[in-house]
């Protein structure tokens, strides 16, 4: 097992991480003597030449940072929703609700993005469906407008402020920074949303089915809704699912590419896009291929640091620091003690002050 890791997952690694790192040309053997080694350069002229290279990068990190902030957590949320309704007991043809959930996640993904272009077409269903209530719909992957400044514009927001079109970061003002992701690029967070939300929600599903009634049961008897339940009982035990749920979505989110190459290959005004599709663009079109290599380690870093401070602000925390530790009006560590001593001793009295303290904190 280790040699066929090493020879199909650590080899190539290793040898684009040399080729992002020279200066070879997609000829002959990147190992070869003829390939010159060229350290950062390919780094620099990415994230510090202020060039065409740069601006590039920092549109497709744009388009992909609002393409991750809108479908993880709307599929996330859709999936655990759906999840929620097909485990109930109450439901009639369970499995006819959850085969028609799935099914989109596994069809053809280029399938559904000709399908996607049909219906989000001009004159397409959704277009159809929107002039029934009188809206005239964009026509959506052909729209490079930011959805903040159409918004914007309908309030007599016209144009960028100053400030804001005269400073930017990797070669984009802050303006197409702030301006959200674009008409073409809302029609693909939808796509990923249909697509993706079926396989999330079968990981839910195992895992409200892997739950025992019986705390259910105990949280009804407490009294508690339906919504009190979920906040305070169901969701706490999903904590591992939705870490790993929200995991494989930055990865496969970050990692977007077939639907961009099948839909707009990056168009219109490059505000579809994104780091994986450009670093295809890079080394097999341009034949740049220490710049392609160069742009896979960036997004390959990005994803691993999002993945550890997701791992930090989603980690269980099995004990309470000790300045968060509730205590009643006027009590304090002293009178706890008090009353242990008072109930006779440290046995009965330790567990009795404990378990009061436990008992007021959750009640707050």
Known sequence: MLVILGLFLVVPVLMALWVSVSDWSGRGSPLSSEVGFVGLDNYDDLLLGGGLATQDFGTAIRNNVYYVLLVVPLQTALALFLATMVNRKVLKGKGIFRTAFYFPSVTSSVAITVLWLFLFSASGTINAILAKFSITGPNWFNDPNGVIPLILGVFGVESAPTWLAQHGFLGIPLWEWAAGPSVAMSAFVLLAIFTTSGTFMLLFLAALQGFSGEVEEAAIMDGTSGWQRFRYVTLPMLRPTVFTVVTLGLIGTWQVFDQIYTGTQGGPAKTTLTPAYLSYNAAFINNQWGRGAAIAFVLFAIIVILTVLQRIVLRERTTVPR??????????????????????????????????????????
């Open 323 to 364: 300045r968060k530790r509730f205590y009643r009006d006027g009590d304090g560590p002293a009178a706890l003690t008090a009353t242990a001593s008072t109930a006779g001793g440290p046995g009965t009295g330790s567990t009795t002050a404990a378990s009061t303290a436990s008992t007021d904190g959750s009640d707050r």
